[in-house]
């Protein structure tokens, strides 16, 4: 019995000297990363525009989920959890939701299913439009300020040694002062408030994972199992197109679109802790773009709608907090810092790409022609920094994806064309993993998708998958974390690409 006490402590120590030591990249736990939606992963120990060009990226494997597509809905773009310690052993988890009304935990290690959820599904006749089952991807909690531009953090000792067996009698660390251990450090200078730390691997056995199921309940799981971890909380009225679920800070916010199942267009908040509701109902038409939503770092809403404003929203109460003027937009916001200020960055219905200072939203500081006025479909957008500083705006533009650096010098900002990608018969938003560009083709007929791997600071190509993909794709369909890349597909398929992990 002492043997196996021994051999259970020294398993822990283990595995708590290992969260304490190894430097982790923040993970992908929301639609497009992170609150501001920038699709924009710092540092990732892997993936650079070096070690891309240079060789050993590659497709990994493919999964064929157990869902069935309705008028271009299949899967969403995954939620991440790199490093989940459970009695299982160590996991890299996927969370996905289908438009059937499954959700999924992948796992992205080995390509296989490690849980599936299926909710009851409504009935409602389905159009593109409105394609009904489950629309709004799965999320993790994410905090509302910006990550660290280090993306992650090398954690060595900061603190005075200490034992992990504990005092005579007290047995192994317990869970209560390890979570003590790993606490986020006091934020420090004047960007604490804007600027969340380095990411720090917590115990995230018990993290839960949300979903948004078509009968309009907000299902809260436990990652490892996808059991229940409280009761099943009313958020939406049925049958709702519902984009961009987010939880931060004990609130959970989403968008409404298209008055799918009568469900009026706007923003909608949920205090997890009591239940209660609150709504910002749009009179300009849907709340426009594929991301629903996205956050400042103060906690600050934004949402942008088809005829009308760009609007700022008080966190939880979601009163109006300033709009724009009634330009009507196709993309959802994203928000970025340039020198410590806030910008919210759109794509107006008219083609221009619209800069605003986040705290002014009365006119633009810097437009430009991005696009073909009144182009058809909607997007979303990215934002990431050069290794200069300089701020990069991604936008799918015609038949490529452009990227638009905006200057502000002496109070006077403009936006200027930095580069333009290969063309594209059907560019989906991008994502940025520490300087690489990943662009989705999304393919048109008989055309299958391609996944392109872009150097960030002129736009050229270093890499694709050629023939691999064997579907198209559409809407928002990236996300990444460790070094690699997934990818969702129309038939209802999730593709992995990256640096192979030895087992």
């Given at each position: 019995m002492q043997r196996s006490n021994t051999r259970a402590t020294g398993t822990l120590a283990a595995c708590l000297m290992l969260l304490a030591t190894t430097g982790r990249s923040d993970d992908w736990t929301t639609l497009g990363f992170d609150a501001q939606r920038s699709?924009?992963?710092?540092?990732?120990?892997?993936?650079?525009?070096?070690?891309?060009?240079?060789?050993?990226?590659?497709?990994?494997?493919?999964?064929?989920?157990?869902?069935?597509?309705?008028?271009?809905?299949?899967?969403?773009?995954?939620?991440?959890?790199?490093?989940?310690?459970?009695?299982?052993?160590?996991?890299?988890?996927?969370?996905?939701?289908?438009?059937?009304?499954?959700?999924?935990?992948?796992?992205?290690?080995?390509?296989?299913?490690?849980?599936?959820?299926r909710f009851p599904a409504t009935t409602s006749k389905s159009s593109a439009d409105c394609p009904g089952g489950i629309t709004a991807g799965v999320t993790r909690p994410t905090a509302a300020p910006m990550p660290s531009l280090l993306g992650f953090s090398a954690r060595g000792r900061r603190e005075p040694a200490s034992s992990s067996v504990g005092n005579p009698g007290e047995g192994a660390v317990t869970l209560r002062s390890a979570s003590r251990?790993?606490?986020?450090?006091?934020?420090?200078?004047?960007?604490?408030?804007?600027?969340?730390?380095?990411?720090?691997?917590?115990?995230?056995?018990?993290?839960?994972?949300?979903?948004?199921?078509?009968?309009?309940?907000?299902?809260?799981?436990?990652?490892?199992?996808?059991?229940?971890?409280?009761?099943?909380?009313?958020?939406?009225?049925?049958?709702?197109?519902?984009?961009?679920?987010i939880v931060v800070d004990g609130f959970a916010y989403v968008a409404t679109a298209n008055q799918c199942g009568g469900v009026p267009d706007g923003v909608w908040a949920l205090n997890l802790e009591t239940g209660d509701v609150g709504t910002w109902e749009s009179d300009s038409g849907a709340v426009a773009g594929l991301g629903g939503l996205a956050m400042g770092p103060d906690g600050t809403v934004f949402a942008t709608t088809r005829q009308g404003p760009l609007v700022a929203l008080e966190e939880r109460t979601l009163a109006v907090r300033n709009a724009s003027q009634a330009a009507g937009y196709r993309s959802s916001p994203v928000v970025f810092d340039v020198g410590g200020t806030d910008y919210v960055a759109a794509l107006a219905g008219d083609g221009s790409l619209q800069a605003y200072g986040a705290g002014d939203l009365m006119?633009?500081?810097?437009?430009?022609?991005?696009?073909?006025?009144?182009?058809?479909?909607?997007?979303?957008?990215?934002?990431?920094?050069?290794?200069?500083?300089a701020p990069l705006i991604l936008a799918p533009s015609g038949q490529a994806i452009a990227a638009w650096r905006l200057s502000v010098s002496d109070g006077d900002s403009k936006l200027e064309l930095a580069w333009t990608s290969p063309?594209?018969?059907?560019?989906?938003?991008?994502?940025?993993?520490?300087?690489?560009?990943?662009?989705?083709?999304?393919?048109?007929?008989?055309?299958?998708?391609?996944?392109?791997?872009?150097?960030?600071?002129?736009?050229?190509?270093?890499?694709?998958?050629?023939?691999?993909?064997?579907?198209?794709?559409?809407?928002?369909?990236?996300?990444?974390?460790?070094?690699?890349?997934?990818?969702?597909?129309?038939?209802s398929s999730v593709y992995a690409f990256g640096f192979p992990m030895e087992h």
């Open positions: 699709s924009w992963i710092r540092a990732d120990l892997k993936t650079s525009v070096e070690t891309v060009r240079s060789g050993g990226f590659q497709f990994l494997w493919k999964m064929e989920l157990p869902n069935h597509s309705t008028d271009g809905n299949a899967l969403t773009a995954p939620a991440l959890l790199d490093f989940l310690i459970s009695h299982r052993g160590f996991r890299s988890l996927a969370f996905l939701s289908g438009s059937s009304g499954g959700v999924f935990a992948i796992d992205t290690d080995l390509a296989r299913m490690e849980w599936e959820r251990t790993f606490r986020r450090p006091p934020a420090q200078g004047p960007l604490g408030s804007r600027t969340r730390p380095p990411a720090r691997t917590s115990l995230r056995g018990i993290t839960p994972v949300y979903a948004l199921s078509s009968a309009g309940t907000l299902h809260t799981v436990y990652a490892s199992n996808g059991r229940d971890h409280v009761p099943p909380i009313p958020f939406l009225p049925p049958n709702a197109n519902a984009r961009g679920l006119e633009p500081v810097a437009a430009a022609n991005a696009t073909e006025a009144g182009r058809s479909g909607e997007t979303a957008l990215a934002a990431w920094k050069t290794p200069d500083g063309a594209m018969a059907r560019p989906l938003p991008p994502i940025i993993v520490n300087g690489v560009v990943f662009a989705v083709d999304g393919g048109r007929d008989s055309a299958s998708a391609k996944l392109y791997a872009l150097d960030g600071t002129d736009g050229s190509p270093i890499w694709d998958s050629g023939d691999t993909i064997q579907s198209t794709a559409s809407g928002i369909t990236l996300a990444a974390g460790q070094g690699h890349v997934y990818l969702t597909t129309a038939d």
